[in-house]
């Protein structure tokens, strides 16, 4: 976990979380928010030299239903920092947006 705190920082590291909606909850062995895409792909790539499965978790809407891990050594990977808006056209009813903007 160190390593993963190494590549997104020591405070956006969870061990042993809880993680879902009110729909369905389950246990994972880290909860890792990464900041931009360079840390979400270092992170896939630690998970993929490490073999260990992770759970993409956006904006935690809960309207998708699919972020509740349903195995405990998963690691869940927040994209709740990844909250720019790329590009705005009010006018043809169109934006660009990273995966951790929510509606609110």
Do not use: N
């Not at 928010?33 to 360079?38: E, G, N, T, V």
């Amino acid at each position: 976990m160190r390593e993963l705190e190494a590549i997104v920082g020591a405070g956006h590291v969870e061990r042993d979380v809880r993680v879902g909606d009110t729909a369905q909850v389950g246990d994972a062995r880290a909860l890792v928010r990464p900041s931009d895409a360079a840390e979400v792909a270092a992170v896939v790539a630690w998970c993929y030299d490490h073999d260990v499965a992770m759970v993409p978790l956006g904006g935690g809407s809960g309207y998708a239903g699919g972020a509740a891990p349903l195995d405990p050594d998963v690691v869940v990977v927040s994209l709740e920092r990844l909250t720019a808006i790329r590009s705005l056209d009010p006018g043809l009813w169109r934006m660009e947006a990273e995966a951790g903007v929510t509606t609110e």
